[in-house]
């Protein structure tokens, strides 16, 4: 049986990687997303199981420990990593497997998967339209929307290693490039 793609999607946080993936999703229920642990504080809305395994900076090393991750990393000051068992089945059972992953952990994939990975970078249409993203989603205080821009600063300069980037500018639009993307190298 053909095994399912490993599908990377990164990007600044707030360029609306997760918005562009769930409405990817919805055309194609097919595909599946990985839910990634992590050791950062549970956002209000967020759903332990469904947004992210949530686990205490210990409970994550134990994790680790154990073997159960396929990638991880730090972000500010939280870890964040792929668990083994919400992917390798499913590549054998043929299914695509999406990661909305930060750029360490991407090039982590790319190292061990080399072309079996299809690597994929969200921009957004300015830094100016990213801090206004980051503010009216209203998930993170000040501080850290100032230390997230910084972050994306240097995730833009190293994405060079990346297959494709796509402009979130109109959501339809970068819906449909990442359709279409993923479309093609699957009939590759
Ligand atoms: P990320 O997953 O990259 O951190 P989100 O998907 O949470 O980003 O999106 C951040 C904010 O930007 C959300 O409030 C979302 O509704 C909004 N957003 C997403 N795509 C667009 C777009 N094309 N134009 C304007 N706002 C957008
Ligand atoms: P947030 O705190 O906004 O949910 O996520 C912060 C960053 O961590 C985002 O860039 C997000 O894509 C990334 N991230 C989420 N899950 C994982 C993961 O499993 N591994 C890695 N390396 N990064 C992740």
Same mark, same amino acid.
């Given at each position: ?84 068992? #919400? ?7 043929? &299914? $695509?497997?999406? =990661?909305?992953?930060? @750029?360490?952990?991407?090039? *982590? +994939? ?47 300069? #190293? ?7 796509? &402009? $979130?500018?109109? =959501?339809?639009?970068? @819906?449909?490039?990442?359709? *279409? +993307? ?7």
């Amino acid at each position: 049986m053909k095994k399912g793609k490993l599908i990377v999607v990164s990007g600044p946080s707030g360029v609306g990687k997760d918005t562009v993936v769930s409405e990817y999703l919805k055309l194609h229920p097919e595909d599946v997303l990985s839910i990634s642990m992590t050791s950062r504080p549970k956002r209000d809305y967020e759903v332990d199981g469904v947004h992210y395994y949530f686990r205490t900076k210990e409970g994550f090393e134990e994790e680790v420990a154990q073997g159960n991750l396929l990638e991880y990393a730090l972000y500010n000051g939280n870890y964040y990593g792929t668990p083994k068992s #919400e992917v390798i089945k499913r590549l054998e059972d043929g &299914i $695509n497997v999406i =990661l909305v992953i930060e @750029v360490q952990g991407a090039r *982590n +994939i790319k190292n061990m998967l080399g072309k079996d990975a299809l690597l994929i970078f969200v921009l957004p249409p300015s830094i100016e339209a990213l801090k206004e993203r980051l503010l009216n989603r209203g998930t993170d205080s000040m501080e850290v929307i100032n230390e997230r821009l910084e972050i994306a600063e240097r995730e833009i300069r #190293e994405n060079t290693f990346y297959d494709y980037k796509i &402009i $979130n500018d109109n =959501l339809d639009s970068a @819906v449909k490039s990442l359709e *279409n +993307i993923i479309k093609n190298e699957i009939n590759k």
